[in-house]
């Protein structure tokens, strides 16, 4: 995956607390009923679904996916390299052999292999750094050559020496405060930390303040070993490992930025690269802690702010002075071809209606974590249901699995695959389920569009945790209470001060940002979709410890968390495929709307504290989106309330449930605006990632974006798109079932 | 002083914010008028006073701040030694030669000397621990070989040998935790972080969990590299600097523990030290990073919780296994005289009535910051004053400087001295300044009795901060602005929703715990003070480094904070001393109280979050607290106005101020009560220190430890005590000047 899972964590947790249902406060209680209730099912048929899950779920097995994973992992298998290919013919051969029609899709795209990087710190005493790992013993796979060394996706070529400036996390706010200490990155070499935000925008930022070039180094306080034993002993990043990835200016749009909202095929219409958006133009390069701390203790100037200190043992100091770095880069930049694999299962009635679930399968290295742990996943999937299909059954609604290729890069096999299948996908497209790291530690996380939190938690409902016999909702739900009572406590509170009634402490899926593939489907088609997987500190991420021996015996040794999200994507893409009606809950949409535009609410209040020229104060009337977010709402309570009904064995006014499945999906698209500013790709009205984060999410993004920037011409303009959109699936919701 | 103040700092300020007065907001404006107005003065008494705090500002100078230093920090001076009673000559001389009457009073307090330490790593392999600093090229004090090695105030001796279990901070919170691991401390050695609570609290905790020892170590996450450069370039701890300090268990009773709340006086009572409280019973020593990373990276067991990594370059894990310790201590004990040096000048109107200031002068080495950075302050404010005094000018009332001894070992002299003075200090004392750390820094912070506000925030009007033309106070509340003012915004929104009017942003002072001398004054005996000081990271803290280069080079070369504070002191100490009517503003307190349970309210509701049986739910009316603080705050402002009136030219009903003064006097007095639960010492029913802090004030401690407690039985009989003293204080201001 494109970016850590552990960084979301922090923000997304944030948000993830408190929604409603109209029950009273239980907190210790769970909400899935002791009968299970499958919602869009009738009675009769949830016993019939739970046994085929139940087959579904005997399927995949720890061997199995151990062998896939062996396989997979044996050689390096960056986007269109032999290794990946490779790759994408065992994928097509598993699908293959276990009942899917499938094929191999090649997309050709432009994207950069490194062809030589050297590092240098030149003073205050010469010195060469290294842009490679050393290996580890024990790992044979870690001493493999044919692994790229230190580079980014997307660099830009170069030959810089500069004194370097340390910038911290390297956002938008670090390179203001850098400002207000007087110190001038223009020319310089940016020293930065990953983490907080996507890598390319710490590119972007240094960029666009005059930076001559940028070196990325993971500091051991963000994921070495100030956080757990580092690799071998443990889970965390060694001295040496070196986090590649992509430098995309990803927040601005994904995909192959030579062909920016249409699909890259070849001969097709292509931009010239220097007309291309979100590409670098300043050189950059990653490095291990090791290296990093050799030029942070030989920093001079003035001491860090508050908040930038990292774990190294040494004052950290923001420069410049002292540290002069010597960077060269090469990179070989070419329009290649890279591989999506697809497979299908048709379905029974609706064969148009897709159920898409999806999982990447380039890596930067070996990927066995990132994204081998979901191919695995992906691969044990399509053996449990394509066993099902071997026994005579089809769900109602065709499956689609897709092997994404070029994720790493910025998204490019499902971003094209997306704007090649746009006219589909925003037809018929029922949802899409997104694995990328499976498993990266114990901590179930979901990010997600909340009209799929009812399916999703139901299903959570079956999955048991390994080593437990409780549910994998309620260890969630019981995490989540631990962490989040006491803001739920103030919530209620509040809401008990300005006459409303409290709410009951309910999970939710936490809003989707970027950094996977489920971009595209989401806020370019308006598909809804769910990103599934288990969480842990990932210190092996895009390094060259990424590898067999890291996942085999440190992370999930047994392979019980990766045969739990198998069974649980599997049973959400079941019942998705087989309801009778689309179990899309568009009432925890509008209940989501109404928290977020209070929280939008608060953060308005909070920027205007203390300015006094009201001309400067931050002025939206949310009053017309709340009235719509409440009609939306409304109208969604009485489509469910009506289905239920008639689910129950009442009649559908239409007839049957077409009319209301057929509205369902139209909802998400309804959702969909005229594109957000100065980033039309991005389409959807209730979700983005943010400008400046480019994985963190900011929900209702024309508002909440302006928030931030405290833009007020924009926050002005920036009420009515929402309420149209609003209004609009509130009108889909209307139509249904009449 | 007996603790690090910016461990304070982070606590203090949350409590900090926001009080009220009926003005609108103005936040980027202070409420200091241009023409400055002075509370408790005529209009026409307004410019000869400020022309008599401008001569005394005239008189301290850098170079004699230099030179007292010199001379105070020759020698290491612990309480009772040579050196202490050297210093205490030098103070008295010092006294005498600027005109004050001045003598030492000589206290027999029970106190611990050191007689020899050993601390040996004995598994994995073997190896002694330094307990000794090394001393720093450039610096020859920090080579003096008269200083105490690594030792604890009030220590017990022992011979323990046992394996090693790391408890962070070693707080409440911190043991029950390592349980919950399944971590048994029984006749472990627990290896604890200073930092959060008071050390001793770190000592008593782990001797009711039941381990055999307990060492204490300086994390360079707290004081250490991570937060500034270390000293010589900077001012943070260095790798072998060692913390002494007391262990006594502070917070249950400071002072000599063989006289709990009597003096103690040669041939007097005096309890057994096997019966006296508050003196741990297992020994402890305090250590240098340096040596505890050998401990730390040697131990297994589990990885430390979230929280709990420090910042040296491993992973924390909390044992037990792998590392074991030999620790041996002999503590030499006996009754030993100690010297309070008290100077006075004679009030001309009112001697009867003292405004008492204090620093303290013992040290656990040499002391350059603490005390003596205070002590330089207190004399030069002497030499200011005294030179008023030898001009033909008398205050109003007297003027009390007192120079503490034994503060370092649990606030010894001044407790000893408040306990023996009880009489007149509860009769006729105005107010106690304490300055203890005079500047360890640049951020100008305060703790005090929130009557105390307005003369020193008026005062601090009047300070202009060293290299600014800026006063301290606009320097002061522009960074609380900058901090809070998001909180700030926060509790206006919450007030609409409750419907109560908004507060404009306002300093206050933040409310006092304990560890310097204002404890007897105010926990014991009601009498209102105020903690003053500029603080910074005080690497130094305890160790041989708290020296005069430190000081000198590092801290405040220039010597201009010194001024700053010194200046500020004797203005706030001139107020009171010549006011007509007493500048004690109860008003500020009653508001502080209404804010206070607004958040006890809160915090309530937090800490019942999800309990749903109802004889499990903290329960406390506090609308009875409310309406006695709302009454002591109408009667405050009555008799505001009334003096203000007074003084600009009107009458007082009783013929003068009198009376109104006596009863501002009574006022802080009359918020004594019984004493609170478990520790009848402390009778202030508004201020404390957390039992489990030592430090950290509780603010209305009876309600406020046992919301924090979870104690139900304590909080449902904790109403009543409060609502009395409210009600006398309301009381006693309605009786004055009617």
Known sequence: MLLPRDTVRSLALVLLVVLSAPSPAAPQAGTVPSAPKITGFRAADVGPELEREAAMAAVPSADSLRRHLRILTESPSVAGTPGDRANAEYVLRRFEAYGWQARIEEVPVYLNYPKSARLELVEPSPEFLETRERGIAGDKDSFDSDAFGAFHGYAASGDVTAPVVYANYGDVDDLKKLAELGIDVRGKIVLARYGKIFRGLKVRNAERAGAAAVVIYSDPADDGFAKADAYPRGPARPSDAIQRGSVQFLSEGPGDPTTPGWPSRAGGKRLKPTEARGIPRIPSIPIAWAEAEKVLSALDGPLV?????GGLPLTYHVGPGAAKLHLVTEQDYAVRPIWNVIAMIQGREAPGQWVVCGNHRDAWTYGAIDPHSGTIALLEMARAIGTLVKGGWRPRRSILLCSWDGEEYGLLGSTEWCEGHAQELTANAVAYLNVDVAVAGKDFRVNGCHALRDVLTEA??????????????KVWRDKAWSEGKNEWARQNRE?????????????????????SDYTAFVDHLGVPALDLRFEGLQGSY?????????????????????????????????????AEVLPLRYSNTGRFVLDELQSIEERIDDADAGVETDSLRLRVDLAPLRAAAAHLLDRARALESRADAALQGGAWQGGG???????????????????????????????APGLNTGYAPVPLPRLGQAVLDKDRRVLAQSGAPIVQALEHAASELEKAGR
Chains 1, 2 share one sequence.
């Open 305 to 309: 702010p508050s908040g930038w200190q």
């Open 460 to 473: 959570m409902g079956e999955v048991t945790v390994p080593g437990t016999n409780a549910s994998t909702f």
């Open 495 to 515: 809401r008990r001060w300005r006459g409303e009634p409290e709410q009951p402490f309910e999970m939710n899926v936490a809003p989707l940002g970027s950094g």
């Open 542 to 578: 895009h390094s060259i410890y990424d590898d067999f021996e890291y996942l085999d015996r440190v992370v999930d040794p047994g392979y019980a968390y990766h045969l739990g999200i198998t069974d649980l994507w599997g049973r959400v893409a079941l019942r998705l495929a087989e």
């Open 657 to 687: 449930p077409g009319p209301a499945n057929a509205a369902l999906i139209r909802t998400e698209r309804a959702l969909l605006g005229p594109g957000l500013p100065g980033r039309e790709w991005f389409r959807h009205e209730l979700y």
